[in-house]
């Protein structure tokens, strides 16, 4: 019986073999090689399947701050809030007013756990369930769902238990659309194409701003519609027109459809992808016959634990200081809203920069350089805020953000070639799940700022950089295609290592 995990070889058709250009072919054409030749130039097609997936960050974004507006404490004045609407937010909704700070922050924090947990029990799900579309469709169509159910909390204690629910549910739709959009896209295309989402992501918390100001005299209740009725309907789209990762399907066995999926997206490659329709094996292995993979195997493989380990250590200094610098911007005697929305301006051109280092500069140079100069900003702006140079100090500010933005950037690609396509799901779930709680520590970084002024700037820059050197012991990827197996990864690893000696 063929497998559809191990190479194809062309020397193997025979007779059957007319069709197929033998000027371009390689004697052996594996998968990854029909995969790199029918998407090596980036169409219309493409684009739409990056776009259409990405989308779903936009949605994503707008759950993750809608808080901001929904939880704030509302004005009011002669004791009466201002506008004489009563549930304009959740404070006066529930009559939260005169509540302690712990049970306002409560939504908001169950939220954050309910992510945190999500992240951890959703990374245990094996990479061949359900394939990485449905995954897709399923975390954004949960969340829709359960951000609709919060309109009908009728008090803080309900509300919190369905903000738990919802902050569980969008867990891991970061992780599994940037899995599917870098499997279905070529090597050279992947740093521009994995800068799409991101891009909508921030555009996705600067839409939500111009929703809640157009809102801001209706229910809280209505922008959770608002913005949650858009996702739901985007989830239909998401389901009929996206398409499968050839890559995942390759895995499960099904070349067939992998090609089907290929044809789909680079109709200028048809005539070469029909040509292989004779190299397919006529005999698919069942699903019993199939290599299984799971979480396991980072732990039971001596490589794949150092890398994990070592992304993880790395994503736990870079989310301190993207989730932290921010927080503490209002330690600089600066204008608050000001600052928020630099911050916020600052990460749109780190998703034009990050694919031209990362097209110029190899993988681990680009990260330590970055996470150096990251730090050193973050000192910089403590050094210069204690001596009173406020402005030079907000300017540092900024640099350490954007640095932290383009290392989380250049990580995420980073990532996605260090592990196969079996295990590549569960990888990027632990690489989220890393960056969520290393922002888990912010704000408790950030209070030390209260007692020493700006000092939480130079533990953020510390933290960065000194994490940033054990990018030093990762692999260096840059120009290589994905793997889909462990088998293949270590050989292809063990390759490398023997040409270098």
Not at 234 to 245: P, Q, V
Not at 274 to 300: A, C
Not at 336 to 348: F, Q
Not at 436 to 448: N, W
Request: net charge neutral.
């Amino acid at each position: 019986m063929a497998s559809p995990i191990k190479p194809l070889l062309l020397s193997h058709i025979g007779a059957d073999d007319s069709n197929v250009d033998h000027k371009t072919r390689p004697e052996a054409l594996t998968f990854d090689s029909i995969v790199e030749h029918s998407l090596s130039d980036f169409g219309f097609w493409q684009l739409f399947q990056v776009i259409l997936v990405g989308l779903t960050l936009l949605f994503d974004a707008q759950q993750i701050f809608i808080t901001v507006y929904t939880d704030a404490y509302p004005t009011w004045h002669s004791w009466e809030w201002d506008g004489g609407s009563t549930d304009k937010t959740i404070i006066s909704d529930f009559g939260l007013e005169c509540s302690s700070s712990l049970l306002r922050g409560m939504p908001t924090s169950a939220f954050y756990i309910g992510g945190i947990v999500g992240g951890f029990v959703l990374a245990l799900i094996p990479d061949g369930f359900l394939g990485r579309k449905k995954l897709v469709f399923l975390s954004t169509f949960a969340t829709s769902v359960t951000a609709i159910s919060v309109v009908f909390s009728i008090n803080v204690w309900i509300y919190t238990t369905l903000k738990f629910v919802n902050g569980f549910s969008k867990s891991q739709t970061w992780s599994y659309a940037m899995v599917l959009i870098s499997e279905r896209v070529s090597t050279k295309w992947r740093p521009r194409a994995t800068m799409i989402p991101f891009t909508f992501f921030v555009l996705g918390f600067m839409s939500l701003s111009g929703i809640a100001y157009l809102a801001q005299h209706s229910s809280w209740r209505f922008l959770y519609l608002y913005t949650a009725v858009p996702a739901l309907l985007y989830c239909i789209f998401l389901y009929i027109f996206a398409l499968e990762s050839p890559r995942w399907l390759h895995l499960q066995g099904n070349d067939e459809e992998a090609i089907k999926v290929l044809k789909s997206m680079s109709s200028k490659n048809k005539p070469y992808l029909e040509s292989l329709v004779s190299v397919l094996p006529l005999e698919q292995e069942t699903s019993e016959e199939l290599p299984r993979y799971s979480i396991k195997d980072f732990f039971f493989r001596k490589w794949a634990f150092r890398r994990i380990v070592v992304v993880m250590i790395i994503m736990f200094g870079l989310g301190i200081s993207y989730y932290g610098v921010p927080l503490a911007a209002r330690d600089i005697d600066v204008n608050i809203y000001l600052s928020e929305t630099l911050n916020a301006v600052v990460e749109l051109p780190s998703f034009v920069i990050t694919p031209i280092i990362l097209e110029r500069v190899n993988r681990r140079s680009s990260v330590l350089v970055n996470t150096l100069l990251g730090g050193a900003s973050g000192v910089l702006c403590f050094v210069l805020s204690v001596l009173g140079k406020t402005g030079i100090a907000f300017a540092f500010e900024l640099a350490t953000f954007f640095c932290a933005r383009i290392g989380f950037n250049l990580m995420a690609v980073y990532m996605v070639e260090m592990f196969p396509t079996c295990v590549r799901s569960s990888a990027t779930m632990m690489f989220r799940q890393a960056l969520v709680v290393g922002g888990a520590c912010c704000p408790l970084i950030a209070s030390i700022g209260r007692d020493l002024p700006s000092v939480s700037f130079a533990i953020f820059g510390v933290a960065m950089s000194g994490l940033g050197l054990f990018v030093l012991i990762l692999p260096e990827t840059k120009g290589s295609s994905l793997c889909d197996t462990m088998e293949e990864q270590e050989k292809r690893d063990q390759a490398i290592n023997s040409s270098r000696c």
